[in-house]
């Protein structure tokens, strides 16, 4: 057998479904070992980014490790952010990459830069294959790590002299499972004891709990005892935010209106937040707080964040043994205060929501998609100011209900995760909200959603500048200075696709464009004029106002 078809039979053989990729000549054997294939879906992005985050983003979803494909050269250095996506925010990636010749000189060193060296601080695991009958174990070895907790990235280099050899007894080793070990019953008393010696506990849920045996067993948990709980941005949804002891979403560190009943808090229940996502609070060794940290591995330890206790397994297993060693103790906590921060949350947050001005503020934009997306509906963020908008005053009914990146918290990512989100779930809504500095990064992929022949709505919010950069400058006491800029016009830009793009010039004119684009079929872009005028007074001053008056 070929290597290359060797190679995919591999793939295969680990259940891969789709390859994402910009192929090379380097590449051509693998891509013909593709085509015939007959498990396996070549989709050609426009950019080495784009077939990245896709592939990252059906790590995330699915649990199963994405496949994304480069040439070697400028095509491996451009998955370089993609790598780093998957591997700060826990995706399982693979990278394969192709590479001239590596027993015969073929272009001296055009083009050659040592991707397994550059790719090292970067992944779990790279090696360049030097030998085909090396293929079956390596590909074992890369998807086992690149799914192994914490899930991560992966990068495999493929010269095309090996891909081109031929292999006398090609072979795939059998894809053997594991089970998650479970916390020994000692550390769960532990935990169970520190509990139930708190007043005034708390459950924080992470982007590591992002799981659907962990999704049921949190609710139970929560549903039983009668503990709130407050989520990350990476972990909203896992529980549904309808629930009455749901407090918010720390989409902020700290001095957010949520971080009072935080810093009330005698202890937290931390279950799948690590330090890799931005903090939803800062510990302090001064403080009388407690934390537990519930998660597949030990915290790490940093000056904002110093666990108590490590309750280290499988999150559903733990999270399910605390329920029931505190059954009989449910609903005795102190939650009077909690409530009273909750309806504090909903009241601040409610505020502008209804205010039809235009453009249109973040706030209103939040709740409208809200009011007409479905509760199974499917928003995905890029990155931008919008973002702490969505985290704080959107509520998510189901898992994945809204897809945002806060661990390396790129721009640029936000359209190709859309169209992996609906390609893998044709039958509901899903809307793409970028600002317009982000999809400009990756807006080529447009092309991509058309030739997949996607139903998709994309919202493009138009205040040609940097926002979120703004917002910090003048947090910062600098000037506006450095970050403006002009936009084509998306509307014609979306045409030139063979898309429908819409300008609204109202809020109302907004409503009846976006329910009319969710209902139809194809991409639908919407160039959205937005105002963030209220930034600065809202998450700046008046929070940290707010948050002094009740420390006096």
């Given at each position: 057998m070929k290597a290359s078809d060797l190679f995919i039979k591999a793939l295969e053989n680990e259940g891969v479904e789709y390859i994402f990729g910009l192929p090379g000549e380097e590449n051509l054997d693998i891509l013909e070992s593709i085509r015939k294939s007959d498990k396996i879906k070549m989709l050609l992005t426009r950019h080495e980014q784009g077939a990245g985050f896709m592939a990252a983003t059906y790590g995330r979803l699915t649990g199963k490790a994405g496949v994304c494909m480069s040439t070697l050269g400028p095509g491996a250095t451009n998955m370089v952010t993609?790598?780093?996506?998957?591997?700060?925010?826990?995706?399982?990636?693979?990278?394969?990459?192709?590479?001239?010749?590596?027993?015969?000189?073929?272009?001296?060193?055009?083009?050659?830069?040592?991707?397994?060296?550059?790719?090292?601080?970067?992944?779990?695991?790279?090696?360049?294959?030097?030998?085909?009958?090396?293929?079956?174990?390596?590909?074992?070895?890369?998807?086992?790590?690149?799914?192994?907790?914490?899930?991560?990235?992966?990068?495999?280099?493929?010269?095309e002299d090996i891909a081109r050899e031929d292999i006398k007894k090609p072979y795939v080793f059998d894809v053997v499972d594991f089970k998650i070990p479970h916390a020994i019953p000692e550390t769960i008393i532990g935990a169970a004891n520190m509990i139930k010696k708190a007043n005034m506990p708390l459950?924080?849920?992470?982007?590591?709990?992002?799981?659907?045996?962990?999704?049921?067993?949190?609710?139970?948990?929560?549903?039983?005892?009668?503990?709130?709980?407050?989520?990350?941005?990476?972990?909203?949804?896992?529980?549904?935010?309808?629930?009455?002891?749901?407090?918010?979403?720390?989409?902020?560190?700290?001095?957010?209106?949520?971080?009072?009943?935080?810093?009330?808090?005698?202890?937290?229940?931390?279950?799948?937040?690590?330090?890799?996502?931005?903090?939803?609070?800062?510990?302090?060794?001064?403080?009388?707080?407690?934390?537990?940290?519930?998660?597949?591995?030990?915290?790490?330890?940093?000056?904002?964040?110093?666990?108590?206790?490590?309750?280290?397994?499988?999150?559903?297993?733990?999270?399910s043994k605390l329920t029931e060693a505190l059954k009989p103790d449910a609903n005795q906590w102190d939650l009077e205060f909690f409530l009273e921060v909750k309806n504090n949350v909903t009241n601040h947050l409610s505020k502008y929501e209804k205010d039809d001005r235009f453009p249109i503020l973040p706030q209103r934009l939040v709740k409208i998609t809200r009011e007409i997306l479905p509760?199974?509906?499917?928003?995905?963020?890029?990155?931008?100011?919008?973002?702490?908008?969505?985290?704080?005053?959107?509520?998510?009914?189901?898992?994945?209900?809204?897809?945002?990146?806060?661990?390396?918290?790129?721009?640029?990512?936000?359209?190709?995760?859309?169209?992996?989100?609906?390609?893998?779930?044709?039958?509901?809504?899903?809307?793409?909200?970028?600002?317009?500095?982000?999809?400009?990064?990756?807006?080529?992929?447009l092309e991509t959603a058309m030739r997949m022949q996607l139903d998709l709505v994309v919202i493009i919010l138009n205040d040609s500048a940097y926002g979120m950069i703004k917002w910090k400058q003048e947090d910062e006491g600098f000037k506006d200075f450095g970050l403006d800029y002009t936009n084509p016009d998306f509307v014609k830009y979306a045409e030139s696709f063979g898309a429908k793009g819409y300008r609204p010039d109202s809020v109302e004119n907004f409503k009846d464009i976006f329910k009319k684009a969710l209902d139809s079929k194809g991409i639908h872009l919407i160039d959205l004029a937005v105002d963030y005028s209220l930034n600065h007074e809202i998450l700046n001053v008046l929070i940290k106002e707010f948050s002094e008056t009740l420390k006096k």
């Amino acid at each position: 057998m070929k290597a290359s078809d060797l190679f995919i039979k591999a793939l295969e053989n680990e259940g891969v479904e789709y390859i994402f990729g910009l192929p090379g000549e380097e590449n051509l054997d693998i891509l013909e070992s593709i085509r015939k294939s007959d498990k396996i879906k070549m989709l050609l992005t426009r950019h080495e980014q784009g077939a990245g985050f896709m592939a990252a983003t059906y790590g995330r979803l699915t649990g199963k490790a994405g496949v994304c494909m480069s040439t070697l050269g400028p095509g491996a250095t451009n998955m370089v952010t993609p790598a780093v996506y998957a591997q700060l925010g826990a995706m399982p990636l693979v990278i394969i990459t192709g590479q001239k010749p590596i027993k015969t000189s073929k272009q001296g060193k055009f083009q050659i830069v040592d991707v397994v060296e550059m790719m090292e601080p970067l992944t779990k695991f790279t090696k360049q294959v030097t030998h085909s009958e090396h293929i079956p174990s390596i590909i074992r070895e890369a998807f086992r790590l690149a799914q192994e907790e914490r899930p991560g990235t992966v990068h495999i280099e493929l010269p095309e002299d090996i891909a081109r050899e031929d292999i006398k007894k090609p072979y795939v080793f059998d894809v053997v499972d594991f089970k998650i070990p479970h916390a020994i019953p000692e550390t769960i008393i532990g935990a169970a004891n520190m509990i139930k010696k708190a007043n005034m506990p708390l459950l924080l849920i992470g982007a590591g709990a992002n799981r659907k045996r962990a999704c049921k067993a949190l609710t139970e948990f929560v549903d039983a005892l009668g503990i709130p709980f407050f989520n990350t941005q990476m972990g909203k949804g896992i529980i549904d935010e309808r629930h009455p002891l749901y407090l918010g979403t720390a989409a902020l560190s700290d001095y957010d209106f949520l971080h009072e009943a935080i810093r009330s808090a005698d202890l937290i229940i931390n279950v799948g937040h690590d330090t890799i996502e931005k903090p939803p609070f800062f510990m302090n060794p001064e403080d009388n707080r407690k934390v537990i940290h519930v998660n597949f591995f030990p915290a790490e330890i940093d000056e904002v964040y110093f666990p108590q206790l490590n309750v280290i397994g499988d999150i559903a297993t733990s999270i399910s043994k605390l329920t029931e060693a505190l059954k009989p103790d449910a609903n005795q906590w102190d939650l009077e205060f909690f409530l009273e921060v909750k309806n504090n949350v909903t009241n601040h947050l409610s505020k502008y929501e209804k205010d039809d001005r235009f453009p249109i503020l973040p706030q209103r934009l939040v709740k409208i998609t809200r009011e007409i997306l479905p509760d199974n509906g499917m928003v995905t963020l890029d990155n931008g100011m919008y973002k702490i908008w969505f985290a704080r005053n959107y509520p998510v009914y189901a898992q994945n209900g809204l897809i945002l990146d806060n661990a390396l918290a790129t721009m640029g990512a936000g359209l190709a995760s859309a169209i992996m989100v609906k390609e893998l779930n044709p039958d509901k809504k899903v809307v793409s909200v970028n600002g317009d500095g982000g999809f400009m990064m990756n807006s080529q992929e447009l092309e991509t959603a058309m030739r997949m022949q996607l139903d998709l709505v994309v919202i493009i919010l138009n205040d040609s500048a940097y926002g979120m950069i703004k917002w910090k400058q003048e947090d910062e006491g600098f000037k506006d200075f450095g970050l403006d800029y002009t936009n084509p016009d998306f509307v014609k830009y979306a045409e030139s696709f063979g898309a429908k793009g819409y300008r609204p010039d109202s809020v109302e004119n907004f409503k009846d464009i976006f329910k009319k684009a969710l209902d139809s079929k194809g991409i639908h872009l919407i160039d959205l004029a937005v105002d963030y005028s209220l930034n600065h007074e809202i998450l700046n001053v008046l929070i940290k106002e707010f948050s002094e008056t009740l420390k006096k």
